[in-house]
């Protein structure tokens, strides 16, 4: 009985030091304090966050979204400077009236007509003066018909009669270089008209015979 008392008391007494261990490692220079449920410590120092933790991390589709818009509006307000600075385009040419429709146009021609008639009947008779003079009147008209682009076949006729009498009369007048001038306009009118008529064709005839009568004469 006393040797299981003895043991009895020390077991109490193991049990005593074990309630009278220390639960602080100060001894031992380690935490006196359980790290579990406390704040870990930062080993980059200084108290910055680390980089890793979520509400540093950005939000990717709201950054792409924002760079979109703020691309979108440089490219359009570059579209607006480049529109402002690009030249203004240039106003389409209207095309130039044409004169064979206008109300003058067809009284000139049928004025110059007449006068051919008149300074032809002239020279027929001898009258080589006045023939002249009506033929001076006559020019001016007969540049207005044939300033337009595309003169009508009667105004064309009344300016090939004129230069054919203008014609006649220098070569009447021995002036065989100048008369042969003249009917070269009129070989030049008629021969790429078209459509040829035996109208114009009998002009043409009348141009190259007055032109070879003017070599004709000249080689004498």
């Known amino acids: 009985m006393k040797m299981l008392g003895q043991r009895i008391g020390q077991r109490r007494d193991a049990t005593r030091a074990l309630a ?13 304090t359980h790290p579990i449920g406390q704040k870990a410590v930062n080993p980059r120092g200084m108290g910055t966050p680390s980089p890793f933790q979520k509400s540093s991390l950005p939000n990717s589709k709201k950054a792409v979204d924002k760079g979109w818009e703020s691309s979108s509006r440089f490219f359009l307000a ?8 690009a030249p203004a385009p240039a106003p389409v040419p209207k095309p130039p009236p044409d004169p064979t429709t206008e109300a003058w146009y067809g009284p000139v021609t049928a004025q110059l007509a007449a006068m051919n008639r008149q300074a032809e009947a002239l ?3 001898g009258k080589s003066d006045p023939a002249a003079a009506v033929i001076t009147q006559g020019q001016p008209l007969s540049l207005r018909l044939l ?26 007048n021995k002036n065989y270089g100048w008369a042969r001038l003249a009917f070269q306009k009129n070989v030049s009118r008629w021969k790429y008209w078209r459509p040829q008529t035996p109208d114009t064709a009998r002009r043409l005839k009348l141009a190259q015979d ?11």
């Open 147 to 172: 300033a337009a682009p595309h003169p009508t076949l009667a105004a064309m006729e009344a300016a090939s009669d004129l230069d054919r009498l203008y014609a006649a009369m220098l070569l009447a």
């Open 123 to 125: 020279l027929r008779a």
């Open 20 to 32: 009278q261990l220390p639960t602080r490692w100060g001894s031992l220079a380690c935490p006196t």
């Open 210 to 220: 007055g032109i070879a009568e003017c070599d004709r004469r000249l080689g004498q």
């Open 78 to 85: 570059c579209a607006l400077v480049l529109a402002a600075c």
